[in-house]
Nanobody, 121 residues
């Protein structure tokens, strides 16, 4: 069984920084891409940042220039460095892996449980 576990959320003042981590566990052969999404109360879940196996990245407009996504050396971990945080960044942040190759085959669309980020004004 494959799991994604996020950590690093918390309460921070506007202008501050947080670093989120997401670690994948299980009998994993490879993960091609890993993404961060977020969902604020009363809003739909939205993409924050994406990184593929070649370390190419893609950011939502609101994240570009403030957030940085990166993968660990083992490629089973992804980080989201968030700087210059704003109150509107308050949300639950989720890690996602669209495709994971395991010893039992391909696992699609794996999500973590989410980590709360709260930015006070």
């Amino acid at each position: 069984q494959v799991q994604l576990v996020e950590s690093g959320g918390g309460l921070v003042q506007a202008g501050g920084s947080l670093r989120l981590s997401c670690a994948a566990s299980g009998n994993i052969f490879s993960i091609n891409a890993m993404d961060w999404y977020r969902q604020a109360p009363g809003k739909e879940r939205e993409m924050v940042a994406q990184i593929n196996s070649g370390d190419s990245t893609n950011y939502a407009d609101f994240a570009r220039g403030r957030f940085t996504i990166a993968r660990g050396n083992a490629k089973n971990t992804v980080y989201l460095q968030m700087n210059k945080l704003k109150p509107e960044d308050t949300a639950v942040y989720y890690c996602n892996a669209p495709l994971i190759a395991t010893n039992r085959g391909i696992v699609y669309d794996t999500w973590g449980q989410g980590t709360q980020v709260t930015v006070s004004s």
